[in-house]
């Protein structure tokens, strides 16, 4: 069984960083796309940033220049470097691959 296994979230201050982690595990066909979504309460779940395996990059306009997502194609692993976070960052955020699915979320919360 393919899983995403996220790792990373936590609680921290405005202004801070966190580093999430996603690592793809079990019997993997080749991921063309991983990336990393988010959903706040009461809202829908909304693309973060997303990297081809050849390494194109989109980044949602409301995390530019402020998180990075990088990937290790041979380990089927995800990264997303989050500086100078808001409150308004506070989510679950969910890792995605393109032929596995979804992870089951890590909480991120940003207090003021």
């Known amino acids: 069984q393919v899983q995403l296994v996220e790792s990373g979230g936590g609680l921290v201050q405005a202004g801070g960083s966190l580093r999430l982690s996603c690592a793809a595990s079990?019997?993997?066909?080749?991921?063309?796309?991983m990336g990393w979504y988010r959903q706040a309460p009461g809202k829908q779940r909304e693309l973060v940033a997303i990297i081809s395996r050849g390494g194109t990059i989109n980044y949602a306009d409301f995390v530019k220049g402020r998180f990075t997502i990088s990937s290790d194609n041979a380990k089927n692993t995800v990264y997303l470097q989050m500086n100078s976070l808001k409150p308004e960052d506070t989510a679950v955020y969910y890792c995605?691959?393109?032929?596995?699915?979804w992870g089951q979320g890590t909480q991120v919360t940003v207090s003021s």
């Open positions: 079990g019997i993997i066909f080749r991921i063309n796309a």
């Open positions: 995605y691959g393109d032929s596995v699915g």
